[in-house]
């Protein structure tokens, strides 16, 4: 099945029904696109939640290394990693029953996007969740 992002009005929906963004791979390093973009979402009233094994804590929340370490739901599951690690990340986002899984521009891959859709988890790739937002402000 070929990649294909939800509509606008989905993505819309998304932002509305959403409060707890998981960002797999956020950096502590405020240079970093990761930090920037998760900065703007905690600003624009998100709860972030940093998953990254090497980080203690970043923007004021502490770090977990993994997302089965997250305590409550999570809505998004926003993946700030390189395209080959999609399939496990994918894997743990239906584990932990997460709503959404949206990864980064310039980040996709098939067999992550197939196994999510196989578990009816709505899927985004190659798409800025930050660009995307402002769209709907």
Request: glycine residues 4%; proline residues 4%.
């Amino acid at each position: 099945m070929t990649i294909e992002n939800p509509s606008n009005q989905a993505i819309q929906n998304i932002f509305h029904t959403s409060k707890r963004i998981a960002v797999v791979g956020l950096s502590d390093n405020p240079e970093r696109t990761s930090y920037m973009i998760s900065e703007a979402m905690q600003k624009a009233g998100y709860e972030i939640i940093p998953v990254n094994p090497t980080i203690s804590e970043v923007l004021g929340e502490k770090a977990v290394s993994s997302l089965k370490d997250i305590e409550g739901d999570v809505d998004i599951v926003n993946v700030f990693r390189r395209s080959e690690f999609l399939p496990d990340i994918a894997k743990d986002t239906v584990d932990i029953g997460a709503n959404v899984f949206w990864a980064q521009l310039g980040v996709s891959n098939q067999e992550a996007y197939d196994h999510l859709r196989e578990h009816s988890i709505t899927t985004v790739m190659n798409r800025c969740i930050k660009v995307e937002h402002a769209k709907f402000k």
